[in-house]
Every structure is written in structure tokens, then in C-alpha cells.
């Protein structure tokens, strides 16, 4: 769906002769445990699929080449702070690539809240015998990454949200396998909306972006599609709608959480603040539903997809990219690149500081919305 099918077979070679194997070994010189780096890994954040494979990817390789050994952090930086420590060898990671969400768990844990902060990382990390974090997450968890890294400690970080709103890469693993399992949703939503002819609208997940609508939407052949980026008047919204019914069509609507009427001064939020003291966004589907039903007259259903986008078995897409990443972060750690995460390049893994991942969200430009907006209606 994402990346062309020429980008695929570039991916992985875990063989301990291919090229990235055999630059390993070298590097990072604060090593001790008999010249082999101890990693702790953690995810935090919300969970998205491929989590598992960028895990596999970094402990095999270090185990393939002898260059590094992995220990896990239970629930995020939760664990760190908590010094919740898992082995993380071969036999732990066996099979779990083509798993959902993450066997060491995640939660949205502030590092520099309650007891922790970065003497508490630093104790933790001497206590443990561990060289290095690698930090799995999204921009709650680059951000609090960078602030440790600023302080000294030793992390390198793997970009992770199925919203793909990360500037400093192409496109982060979780993002394919969510727009697959909304989209095959919607395909589900056309079907039982055509057999009422009802409008169906679909709400799916972005925070503040509209990568997954506007993809999704495109892929199901959606009438109308809103996302935060374009603020839409309610007056356009029920012209498409009834342009598509009155062509004998079902109207299928794909929102955005993050999306906002021209009228609305603040996104729809009903769910409070995260640990990060973000909107807990949700519900605008809900909110539209009624008012498309009264201005139309045509009956209406919405449906939230909520979690599941973020559920099941990660796309083969979502698998090979997460591998390259935690084969990569690795090399990072060797190379003592602190303060950088891994990115996508086009097809290339590259390595870029965190403050370049932090700061400016990617947002959908606007030539992308218009060439989707041709179909509306």
C-alpha cells in the first residue's frame, strides 16, 4: 500500500555475512561485560503493530554477531523508573514478529515524573550493568529521550505511531498495517450502508493528522474524507454527501479525530488528558453523524474504529521496515550515535537527531488533499 514493491526485497538479510553484519562489531568502546554492549530496550506510548519485529530485529542481530546482549523494561518508562527488568535473548524473541502489539508491554509513563529523572535512569541503568537505552516510541517518547539525552544518558530511538505524523521519516512502521485494517473496515461499512443506503461514517485514529483518512479513504473509495489539516464547512460536508446519494451511492464519510468544522474553535475531545497532557481525542464522528442525518434527510450511522486500528497482525510492509529499524538502532548504539533515532529515507534506513523528529508534525500537505478531493461527492 505504502513504498513501492521494489523496496521490499532490500529489507533483511540477518545472515552473518551480509553487509550490515559485518559492520557490527566495531565502535562503541564503553563496553563491558567481556567487550559486548547490554542494551536495554523499551516501548512506550500506545502500542502499534511491528513493535515485536523491531525487537527481534535488534536482539538477533546482537546475538548473530556477538556484538551486544538486550534486557527489556516492562511498561515503558514505567519500567526504567521501577527498574522492571525482563531477559530479552533468542528464546524470547522467537516468533514474535508477526505478533501485535509489544511482549514487554507499554504504558504512557512520563520519565521525569514521581521518583524518576535522569539520576533515577542513571542509577538504574549503573545497577543493571546496562550501557545503553534504546527507546521505542512516538513524539511523547522521543521527547523525553531527548531530555535524558541532553543529561547525559546513552539512548538511541526507533520511531513508532500509526499516525506517521513523525517529520524526520518517510514512514513509520504501524502506519501500513492501520490503514489496512481501516480500510478493509470501510469496505465492510459500504456494504451494509448500501443494502439501507445509509450514510456511513467512519471515524479512524491521526491525533492532529489525516495520513491514515487520507489514505484509508482513498484505498475504499470513500465520498467525503476530513481530516485536521482542511477545516471543512458543515454546508460542504452535506453537499458531497447528498451529490453521492443522489447518484444512487451509499455515502461513505472517513473522518479524522483530529478533524474540526470551520466553525469550531477546539478539536472534539471528550476523554481528558494524557500523561503527556495531550487531548485524548474521539467522538467527532459521533458529533457529525446527526447533523448530516438532519440537513440530508438521509439516514445515518456512525462507527469509531478506535483500537482495532492498532490491534492484530502487522502487514508484511510493517514487519520488513520494523526489522530494518531494530537492526539499525543497533548499529546506532554501536556506532555511539546518542540522541539520534532511525528514520526512513525513500528506502534507505538513515539516522537523524531527535530534535529533527520533535518540534514540526508531517502533516498532509495540501496538493495531497486536493488530488483526493477530486473523487469527493
Known amino acids: 500500500m505504502i513504498g513501492s514493491v521494489d523496496s521490499l526485497p532490500a529489507a533483511i538479510n540477518t545472515a552473518p555475512d551480509s553487509d550490515l553484519v559485518r559492520q557490527l562489531p566495531h565502535a562503541f ?39 551486544a546482549e538486550f534486557v527489556g523494561f516492562r511498561q515503558g518508562w514505567k519500567g526504567v523508573v521501577e527498574a522492571d527488568i525482563v531477559p530479552l535473548g533468542r528464546h524470547e524473541v522467537k516468533g514474535i514478529s508477526k505478533q501485535g502489539g ?3 508491554g507499554t504504558s504512557r509513563t512520563n520519565p521525569f515524573e514521581g521518583a524518576g529523572g535522569v539520576d533515577r535512569v542513571n542509577e538504574v541503568m549503573k545497577d543493571n550493568g546496562i550501557d545503553a537505552l534504546m527507546a521505542i516510541g ?11 539525552t541532553d543529561a547525559g544518558v546513552r539512548i538511541v530511538g526507533v520511531p513508532k505511531t500509526v499516525d506517521n505524523d513523525l517529520s524526520a521519516t518517510d514512514y513509520t512502521f504501524g502506519f501500513d498495517t492501520a490503514v489496512g485494517i481501516a480500510t478493509e473496515a470501510m469496505d465492510r461499512l459500504r456494504t451494509t450502508g448500501d443494502a439501507h443506503g445509509r450514510c456511513m461514517v467512519a471515524e479512524v485514529m491521526g491525533r492532529h493528522v489525516g495520513w491514515i483518512a487520507l489514505h484509508s479513504g482513498m484505498a475504499s473509495g470513500a465520498h ?7 477545516k471543512t464547512s458543515a454546508a460542504q460536508i452535506f453537499d458531497w454527501v447528498s451529490s453521492a446519494y443522489d447518484r444512487g451511492r451509499a455515502p461513505l464519510v472517513v473522518v479524522a479525530e483530529g478533524f474540526a468544522l470551520d466553525t469550531m474553535t477546539d478539536i472534539h475531545s471528550e476523554r481528558g ?15 457529525l453523524a446527526p ?26 510492509f510493517d514487519r520488513v521496515l520494523a526489522t530494518r529499524l531494530g537492526m539499525a538502532s543497533l548499529q546506532s548504539a554501536l556506532d555511539g550515535k546518542w540522541g539520534q533515532m532511525v528514520a526512513l529515507r525513500g528506502t534507505d534506513i538513515v539516522t537523524v537527531p531527535f530534535a529533527d523528529a520533535l518540534g514540526t508534525l508531517k502533516t498532509v500537505p495540501e496538493n495531497r488533499y486536493n488530488e483526493a478531493r477530486v473523487l469527493f461527492g
Request: proline letters at 4%; aromatic letters at 0%; zero cysteines.
Open 224 to 230: 467525503v474524507i476530513l481530516i485536521p489539516e482542511h
Open 102 to 104: 509489544t511482549i514487554i
Open 138 to 148: 512516538g513524539e511523547g517518547t522521543l521527547a523525553a529521550a531527548k531530555r535524558l
Open 291 to 316: 447533523m448530516i442525518e438532519e440537513a440530508t434527510g438521509i439516514e445515518t450511522r456512525a462507527t469509531t474504529l478506535g483500537h482495532i486500528q492498532r490491534g492484530g497482525t502487522p502487514s508484511a
Open 29 to 67: 568502546t564503553g563496553m563491558h561485560h567481556n567487550g559486548v554492549m547490554r542494551i536495554g530496550i523499551l516501548t512506550s506510548g500506545g502500542d502499534a503493530p511491528g513493535l515485536n519485529a523491531v525487537i527481534r530485529g535488534a536482539v538477533l542481530t546482537g546475538s548473530q554477531t556477538g556484538s
Open 273 to 287: 488528558l494524557d500523561a503527556f497532557g495531550r487531548p485524548r481525542l474521539g467522538g467527532i464522528g459521533e458529533m
